[in-house]
């Protein structure tokens, strides 16, 4: 396939976005043990400082990056080159202004906001305090992060997904560099207490957002729509721009204000829920760092894949549903669900069955048991938030726009009304199922309304899921094998478990590949047949350097 052919392709698309987001979480994940060991207790405000800050950035950038990423594909579908540029240009300035406006208010309402999330027993002046401070630090993203984003939208627009995944390499390396090089120095070359490192840790996501815009700016400057596609003056002017920015990026407000209105409301209650149902103050503080940091850090893995192809989802649909090309919309709709399904299953059912065997190679022996209770059942809800987040994302590139809302609005109901009485009644575990009972709800829903418009094929979509689950059954057999051999994870090296779990992961995707691809599911997804003359010809690819790939 050539490189024009390539970009195209929705599911090329998806895991070149996929790969950046995949280097990046893996990078997180490198930093989580070193930063452990020099926050240890402090990671607490830590996890309260990126919980408030991904709500309000949700708030903050009101789905503007989308409806650019959907008004340049628009545009560029058009060859109209002149009102891609002014789309950028106006974007640019909107989104500036708010990102000041988010960031003054998130300072403004620290101090409320600390007193909301820290549990009532552990009030005391210094935790407030410090709770006060993370939140303002994080707020100066507000301003920079938002920026970024912009910059993400316009070029996600013009499928330059290669560029998308750069750049978030670049601000995660530069992240961590900062977040571990500035809090060891706080913690040990200058004996500061350990909620530095928390500070420090929060303060990365400025740093780092500010280095990867001068390479944006840097990018931009090269880029050929800057210079040789833009000659004529756009026949929009930009108050109609704004117009159909805020048309495009309303129905994203909504799903943010609802979003954040909902992951504020499962935050600020989730510590009384938990009181009244007789949990310690304690033990709910345990549950918060490892929902919100460790099990969030280790469920990011199949988060790629939703992300990635959420990426893709934008200028792909649009371009299909802008030339009334419901043919391709139906296909783009199939091929999303079902290599999503494909690409979720093998790895959720693995960090569902080695749970415990991940978590300890993070986290050691940092409440275990706990630990790998809360992995466990955040990767289930996971595994439905990738069909949930590919839901939305489809419903609002093919402008169902009120149906949307709807959808949105009744999840938002339901959560307000029963998620504080299953935390009441079940404690922790009503955390994980009402979200779980969310998702699903959404999701069935979400397909009925597709199907309803353009008459997807739910019967040829579940013979995909089915062939994808066939292959995991080995996996779940490999697994309770394993467990017969009674192994104390938590007695043994963290190297020598790494191992082992690396050497069970192959077996168990190898198994699941080798099935799959019996079952036709690869070929019919991929197009990609494996015989003789393929691996002939990979290795004439690899050893012939004349050859072009």
């Keep these: ?113 600390a007193y909301m999330i820290v549990p009532t027993d552990l009030q005391s002046t210094d935790y407030i305090r410090y709770t006060q401070n993370v939140l303002i630090i994080v707020a100066f993203a507000l301003v920079f992060v938002p920026y970024l984003s912009y910059f993400r939208g316009f070029y996600q627009g013009l499928k330059e997904f290669k560029t998308y995944s750069i750049t978030q390499v670049l601000e995660q390396v530069v992240r961590i560099t900062f977040l571990i090089s500035a809090s060891s120095i706080c913690v040990y070359a200058l004996n500061l207490d350990r909620v530095w490192a928390a500070y420090m840790g929060v303060a990365s996501t400025s740093i780092s957002a500010i280095f990867t815009i001068i390479y944006f700016i840097a990018f931009d400057k090269r880029y050929e729509l800057s210079h040789k596609k833009v000659e004529t003056k756009s026949e929009y002017s930009n108050k109609d721009i704004v117009k159909e920015l805020f048309k495009v990026s309303i129905p994203y407000l909504l799903n943010a204000l609802m979003i954040s209105t909902s992951s504020l409301f499962v935050l600020l209650f989730f510590a009384s829920g938990l009181e009244a149902y007789g949990t310690s103050a304690k033990l709910i503080t345990i549950y918060q760092g490892i929902i919100n940091y460790q099990s969030t850090k280790l469920a990011s893995i199949p988060m790629i894949i939703m992300t990635g192809f959420c990426l893709a989802i934008i200028p792909h649909i649009t371009e299909a549903v802008t030339s009334n090309d419901d043919k391709k919309v139906v296909d783009l709709v199939h091929k999303i669900m079902e290599t999503v ?56 590139a093919l402008q169902l726009r009120k149906t949307y809302l709807i959808l949105e609005t009744s999840r938002l109901i339901f959560m307000l009304a029963f998620y504080k009485i299953f935390l009441v009644n079940f404690g922790i575990n009503g955390y994980f199922i009402i979200i779980a009972i969310e998702y699903i709800f959404y999701v069935i829903a979400g397909l009925f309304i597709i199907k309803s418009k353009y008459g997807i094929n739910f019967k040829k979509m579940i013979d995909s899921f089915t062939r994808s689950w066939m292959g995991a059954i080995p996996m779940f057999v490999i697994a309770a094998i394993y467990v017969q051999f009674e192994i104390n994870v938590g007695a043994m090296n963290r190297f020598a478990v790494l191992i082992l779990t690396g050497f069970m992961f192959i077996v168990c995707i190898g198994v699941y590949i080798a099935i799959t691809y019996r079952l036709n599911v690869i070929t019919d997804l991929f197009n990609i047949t494996f015989s003789k003359e393929t691996f002939v010809n990979l290795k004439n690819k690899i050893f012939n350097k004349d050859e072009r790939i």
């Design 1 to 113: 396939m050539d490189k024009n052919k390539r970009k195209q392709s929705i599911v090329a698309g998806a895991l070149t976005g996929s790969a950046g987001i995949f280097i990046t979480k893996a990078l997180s994940l490198l930093y989580v043990i070193p930063f452990n060991e020099i926050a240890k207790e402090a990671t607490v405000f830590y996890s309260y400082a990126y919980t408030v800050y991904d709500a309000a950035l949700q708030v903050c950038l009101s789905g503007l990056p989308f409806a650019i990423a959907t008004l340049v594909a628009k545009y560029a579908t058009k060859d109209d080159y002149a009102t891609v540029r002014l789309v950028k240009k106006v974007s640019r300035s909107i989104i500036m202004v708010i990102g000041v406006v988010s960031c003054i208010l998130m300072i403004a309402f620290a101090k409320p906001l």
């Design 341 to 396: 399904n494909f690409l979720s299953v093998p790895i959720c059912f693995f960090m569902l069955f080695f749970a415990k065997e991940i978590y300890y190679i993070m986290y050691g022996n940092y409440y275990l048991d706990i630990g790998t209770n809360m992995l466990s059942k955040t990767v289930v809800n996971q595994f439905f938030m990738n069909f949930f987040g590919i839901i939305t994302s489809t419903l609002i």
